[in-house]
């Protein structure tokens, strides 16, 4: 998925950039208006940030120009204009969503993923790699799950394991299936390996008072889902 991003803060657009490709996005950056209506207007992109006060053309201006030409692509604006008039000027001007500064990155991007569903390419590009299971996402070809507005940074082996036990909600799974699962073509290591790994992943999913979504089968294997008496 690809994002452009427009605003004359440099700061902030550097960490936003590093942000956004932590989650697995392309990135896109213009410091003034004119040069996001020259990107905007050259590429295609999944979702434009637009901060409305920008050096040349102000974002307002830019969003109204790109409705004007039948794109459809959304817009998020990120600004500190924050009365019930300047909202309902940048909604009238064509933008899907409004996000007042300072903001919290995790708003910003659950924001940001709810926007991304609307992109025509969704359906064909992200879903693809894409599962959901049990109230988490997952992303494997970025090695990304999401639970609620956390985004879950994964290793390889995490993402395998997930993926897997994503596969066979509430179903057990026996230590040799999730051995074999992780290391199909290659010579198995000992019990621990697999037990670490669980540990590994249940840390990262399992945050704090968030329900349990691995749960041990003393002597058999593991189960993953919610359990609704927990």
């Not at 950039?17 to 590429?43: P, Q, W």
């Not at 102000?58 to 692509?73: K, P, V």
């Not at 621990?192 to 945050?207: C, T």
Request: proline share 3%; glycine share 6%; hydrophobic share 40%.
């Amino acid at each position: 998925m690809h994002i452009l991003l427009v605003d004359d803060e440099v700061e902030l657009t550097d960490a936003l950039h590093h942000l956004f490709t932590r989650e697995g996005y392309g990135v896109d950056i213009a410091h003034d208006g004119a040069r996001g209506r020259s990107l905007a207007t050259a590429n295609t992109y999944d979702l434009l940030i637009l901060d409305w006060m920008l050096p040349e053309m102000s974002g307002l201006e830019l969003c109204r120009f790109l409705r004007s030409r039948g794109q459809a692509t959304p817009v998020l604006f990120l600004t500190a204009k924050d009365t019930v008039d300047d909202r309902v000027d940048g909604l009238d001007a064509g933008a899907d969503d409004y996000l007042i500064k300072p903001f919290e990155l995790k708003e910003l991007l659950a924001r940001v993923r709810a926007l991304l569903r609307r992109s025509p390419n969704f359906q064909t590009i992200d879903e693809q790699s894409r599962s959901a299971a049990e109230g988490i996402e997952l992303d494997e070809a970025n090695q990304l799950a999401y639970r609620g507005d956390r985004s879950i940074e994964l290793s390889e082996k995490e993402t395998v394991l997930l993926a897997f036990l994503m596969q066979h909600p509430h179903q057990l799974l026996t230590h040799e299936e999730l051995t074999e699962a992780l290391w199909p073509a290659e010579s198995k290591p000992n019990s621990n390996a697999l037990v670490a790994q669980i540990r590994l992943l249940r840390r990262k999913v399992e945050g704090t008072g968030e329900q349990s979504l691995i749960h041990t089968v003393y002597g058999k294997g593991y189960r993953f889902g919610i359990i609704s008496s927990e």
